[in-house]
């Protein structure tokens, strides 16, 4: 199955600190490329273990004893370890959003490039897919998924509009949803607003958000002190979460400080955001929006 090169696959897997024993997830397989980069690098006694909650990952599996694949979300990132036996890893490496592959094959409906069902489900079994979003929800609800998750500051009219145009019939295509939406969609932007709406539909469609919060969560508890999270995101939602939690082991709000003015978190951000250079962008262009944060996993402070 064809997947493009892995994004900025060097300095995540650098930023792991790779030690030739140690532990490590990537909780994000897809075509496997980070995967066997962190495998190029540990020794006989390593592991690795993936996560992918999409099929057609797992026709990448790697033939590799120190390899593991577990075919589920990323959100159950504890649960699945612990059926594995493992409480403990030295790092956790993430490459969020939609694969190249993804995007590439027509029928998924995750690019705005071909003409497919409303579907955009990263989870093939799942039952709720972007027609239900469309067609089901009312118009408050998909206002709010427009506003929220695609950051359109038209998402009043939008949503109103979808509402109007699904009485006469169901809108079961993205042509007919890109119809619908004609007058919001100016030549000179179309394509960038269509990407907005997209994006939108997409991270509701699969809890995108709902399931990085708890995956993040749980890394403080299976990342040793002093191991590493290595993690890219593709736009500002998904990346404001990382940086948020990297730096304050919360999401709002800034942690309590101590009587000497102190503060206790679990982590400790590595050097600043790394992004590709322009070569990387030329070879793969869904590098273009990708931003990498590394964190390390900090002692916690005795009581």
Same mark, same amino acid.
């Given at each position: 199955? +064809?997947?493009? *090169? ?36 540990? %020794?006989?006694? %390593? ?25 589920? *979300?990323? &959100? ?11 409480? +403990? ?54 206002? *709010? ?5 695609? +950051?359109?500051?038209?998402?009043? %009219?939008?949503? &109103? ?11 079961k295509t993205s042509e007919q949803l890109k119809e619908a939406l004609g007058r919001f969609l100016p030549k000179h932007r179309e394509n960038k607003i269509l990407a907005q709406i997209y994006q939108a539909? &997409? ?8 399931a990085l919060k708890e995956f993040l969560l749980q890394t403080i508890e299976v990342i040793k002190p002093g191991g590493r999270l290595s993690l890219i995101s593709y736009h500002s939602l998904e990346d404001?979460?990382?940086? &948020?939690?990297?730096? *304050? ?21 590595v050097g600043k955001f790394i992004i590709p250079d322009a070569a990387e962008i030329k070879q793969n262009n869904r590098a273009r929006s990708a931003k990498l944060r590394i964190a390390e996993r900090l ?5």
């Amino acid at each position: 199955m +064809e997947y493009h *090169n892995p994004v900025l696959l060097h300095p995540t897997v650098d930023g792991l600190d790779i030690k030739e024993d140690g532990v490590y997830v990537d909780v994000t397989f897809g075509g496997g490329g980070h995967s066997r980069e962190i495998l190029n690098r540990l %020794g006989p006694k %390593g592991k690795l273990f993936a996560f992918d909650q999409d099929a057609d990952a797992l026709e990448n599996i790697i033939d590799d004893s120190r390899f593991t694949l577990i075919p589920e *979300n990323f &959100r159950f990132l504890k649960r699945f370890l612990r059926f594995h036996g493992v409480k +403990e890893v030295d790092g956790i490496l993430g490459d969020f959003g939609v694969s190249s592959h993804q995007f590439d094959v027509a029928e998924r409906g995750f690019s705005t490039r071909f003409e497919a069902d409303l579907d955009m489900r990263m989870n093939q079994n799942s039952a709720f897919s972007a027609y239900d979003v469309v067609n089901n929800y009312e118009e408050g609800q998909l206002r *709010n998924v427009l506003f929220q998750y695609g +950051e359109l500051r038209a998402a009043a %009219g939008m949503a &109103r509009i979808i509402c109007e145009s699904r009485k006469a019939t169901p809108i079961k295509t993205s042509e007919q949803l890109k119809e619908a939406l004609g007058r919001f969609l100016p030549k000179h932007r179309e394509n960038k607003i269509l990407a907005q709406i997209y994006q939108a539909i &997409r991270i509701e469609v699969n809890q995108e958000l709902e399931a990085l919060k708890e995956f993040l969560l749980q890394t403080i508890e299976v990342i040793k002190p002093g191991g590493r999270l290595s993690l890219i995101s593709y736009h500002s939602l998904e990346d404001r979460l990382v940086k &948020r939690y990297m730096r *304050n082991g919360m999401f709002e709000g800034e942690p309590e400080k101590d009587v000497f003015g102190r503060v206790d978190v679990p982590l400790k951000p590595v050097g600043k955001f790394i992004i590709p250079d322009a070569a990387e962008i030329k070879q793969n262009n869904r590098a273009r929006s990708a931003k990498l944060r590394i964190a390390e996993r900090l002692a916690p402070k005795l009581k």
